[in-house]
């Protein structure tokens, strides 16, 4: 593929309701996105990072600075070296990504090998599921429920309820020290049958003696809950086997699986007994797929997380939602229930399961309404080399200014 142009756009969008978390509070979503055009072929990637960040991924400007300032340059120098012909994605992820390159620099290479997969695919008329050889129509999706203002219990049941009318296989609660068997105990009683599971996002830890301590969590067991999501500190897989040990509920990992050696080390310290896979933390669609097949081979229950994405990265992570490995329900319900305004809409739906996207491409691609009016800046790159077709009209402005 011949590049033409790049574009990366910050796109100031909003949750609909926040979302509290052990570590804070989710209300602003700006998304990164980056837009490319290869053999006059238009693709979109989408970064997945959150406005702070989290305990391990980078905040979006963060991200941003890494796509203009290195990765997006790096691929504009490797293209270049091959007469603007894109390398293969394995070859550019190897010039994209430095050798001690992290979480952050894997996030901002997720969003380019969408984009330039997006163009590739919507170029030759297949859509992702059959690229990677995704047989499902439909997945069963997760619900997420935050921790409720003023820790309220009534509220936490209405959203929990919500959820459940919207059609989901199961609901992920957050908890926190303090917050974690009253509301598991409310939620149980009103939904017996309830595919269940908890999210403490890294708050408990080994040893102490106040409501922190992760001790306190084998009161959770009577409760029948899929799994407990990372109950201590990422880096902590001691401590997570220890736990795993002592539980009956099964321990999962998220914050802890930065990589596919992380979880592989994970897996091999027996901390990890049940995966949440994220994409856009593991580096994009091909490393997901790899992490799907190590949870596959050794037996590890497994199901794609999410970062309150648009519907173009959320169409990606129902299709890898499919892979054979992800056994569990994935992060993957319609944007509509989460963002405010999603730029890149599915088609409406109804019923218990996400339909996998089967039109060209890794998803639906954002429209210029949405992007024009929240896009807030723009970085426009010159590509050495370029064939552009200049005919008038030939790509309609999408994004109100640019910062260069
Ligand atoms: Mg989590």
């Not at 992290?102 to 297949?126: F, H, I, T």
């Not at 599971?197 to 409501?211: E, I, P, S």
């Amino acid at each position: 593929m011949h590049l033409e142009e790049v574009e990366v756009s910050w796109v100031d969008l909003a949750l609909r309701a926040e979302v509290g978390t052990s570590g804070g509070v989710h209300g602003r979503r700006p998304v990164v996105l980056l837009r490319v055009v290869c053999d006059g072929q238009e693709g979109w990637g989408e970064c997945g990072a959150l406005l702070q960040g989290t305990l391990v991924d980078p905040p979006t400007d963060r991200v941003w600075d890494l796509l203009v300032d290195h990765v997006v340059p790096r691929l504009l120098q490797a293209t270049q070296g091959q007469g603007g012909e894109v390398p293969g994605l394995h070859d550019l992820a190897a010039a994209c990504l430095p050798a001690d390159g992290g979480v952050p620099q894997r996030m901002a290479w997720a969003s380019v090998e969408m984009a330039l997969l997006d163009a590739a695919l919507r170029r030759a008329g297949d859509p992702l599921a059959r690229h990677l050889g995704v047989p499902r129509t439909t997945v069963p999706y997760g619900g997420v429920a935050g921790i409720p203002d003023h820790h309220t219990v009534a509220t936490l049941l209405s959203e929990v309820q919500r959820i459940v009318d919207a059609g989901a296989a199961r609901v992920r609660l957050k908890i926190a020290p303090g917050w974690d068997i009253t509301p598991v105990a409310a939620v149980r009683s009103q939904f017996p049958a309830l595919a269940l599971q908890v999210d403490a996002n890294g708050a408990y830890c080994l040893g102490t003696d106040d409501d922190s301590d992760a001790e306190k969590l084998v009161d959770l067991d009577g409760f029948g809950l899929t799994c407990i999501e990372q109950p201590m500190e990422p880096g902590d897989l001691h401590g997570h086997a220890v736990l795993a040990e002592r539980l009956d509920t099964l321990v999962a990992l998220d914050e802890s699986l930065g990589s596919v050696a992380d979880l592989e080390r994970a897996l091999a310290a027996g901390a990890c007994e049940v995966a949440c896979l994220k994409p856009a933390r593991l580096g994009g669609i091909d490393m997901l797929g790899r992490a799907a097949s190590v949870c596959a081979a050794s037996g590890t229950p497994a199901f794609v997380g999410g970062f309150f994405e648009t519907g173009l990265a959320r169409a990606v992570n129902a299709c890898l939602a499919g892979l054979p490995g992800l056994t569990l329900p994935g992060d993957v319900s319609a944007p509509t229930g989460y963002l405010a305004v999603d730029p890149a809409p599915w088609p409406p739906f109804e019923g218990s399961g996400v339909p996998v996207w089967h039109e060209p491409g890794v998803g639906p691609a954002p429209t210029s309404e949405v992007l024009t009016r929240f896009t807030r800046k723009v970085r426009r790159f010159e590509v050495p080399d370029r064939v552009v077709d200049r005919t008038p009209g030939s790509r309609p402005d999408r994004t109100p200014g640019s910062t260069g």
